[in-house]
Structure formats: C-alpha cells, structure tokens
C-alpha cells in the first residue's frame, strides 16, 4: 500500500479543526491530557491508522533539531515500517529549522522547501546494515533522507 503523505504546518486549535474535516488529518500527540504515551502505545495508533487506509507522517528524530542537523532516528519508526509493512517515503525539510526553531513557540515567517525521495520497502531499507532489524531500518530511512540533504 502506498501512502500518500501531506505535509503542512499546523497551529491548532480552529485549524485543527479545519483541516481534520477537510483533509482527515488526525494527530497522534505523545501528551495526552496530562500523561505522556509510552512508544509502544503511540506505535499501535500509527499502524491502527495505517490499517483503516490513513496516512502517517512520522518524524523519526524524536524531537526537533537543536542546530538544524539531522539527528540520529530512532528505532521506532523501524518497528512501524516493519510490522505494519507500510512503505516510507523519506522527506526532508529545509529550512524548517530557520522558520521554527526549538526555542520558538511559534513559527517565523520563511521558506520550507520540501525534498522528496522515492518509496522504499522495509527489506530494501535495511540492506546491508547489521544488528537490530529495527534499528536498521530506522538507519536505511536515516541514509535516504540523508541523501536529500542539499549540500
């Protein structure tokens, strides 16, 4: 199944609203009324959505960057890509980090221009890389995002 991903910055609030009407939007939030979800729960929401046809966009890092590097991803979106067998689609965002760094609560006026590289399948994500399956994969999809990374 290929899902089709759409990215846009979102404020919340009305436009939350808005755009969950419009476009189905749904967002997985790891705080929920007061309470953190552990990864295994935020996991189960991603491929439960995944298995109704929706579409997720994940970021891997965790978090945003600290000085607009890329940061290492971590193994959970191995596990979704893997036991959900969804495909992924590597993005790269530049500028993301000039309009709304870390330190802001909101984002700056800019540019974001949106890089974007060819579907991948779990197996040829994790080619070549040794050790944990997950984490291998999570390091296929670091490499191709990687790659879109203007030099």
């Known amino acids: 199944m290929l899902n089709r991903i759409w990215t846009f910055f979102f404020i919340g609030g009305f436009a939350a609203a808005i755009v969950r009407a419009f476009m189905g939007h749904t967002e997985v939030w790891r705080d929920i009324v007061g309470s953190t979800l552990d990864m295994a729960e935020t996991l189960r929401v991603c491929r439960f959505l995944l298995a109704k046809g929706k579409n997720v966009v994940y970021f891997p890092e965790g978090q945003r960057s600290g000085d607009g590097r ?29 309009v ?14 949106v890089h974007v590289g060819s579907v991948a399948e779990a197996q040829a994500l994790g080619l070549g890389i040794s050790g944990d399956p997950y984490a291998a994969i999570a390091k296929g999809l670091q490499r191709r995002v990687s790659e879109l990374v203007p030099r």
Do not use: D, N, Q
Not at 89 to 94: D, G, I, K, T
Not at 100 to 113: E, Q
């Open 100 to 113: 709304w760094p870390r330190s802001r609560p909101f984002p700056l006026p800019g540019r974001v221009t």
């Open 70 to 98: 890329l940061k290492e991803f971590r193994k959970g979106v191995g596990i979704l890509i893997k036991e959900s067998g969804s495909r992924a689609l590597p993005v790269y965002l530049e500028g993301a980090f000039k």
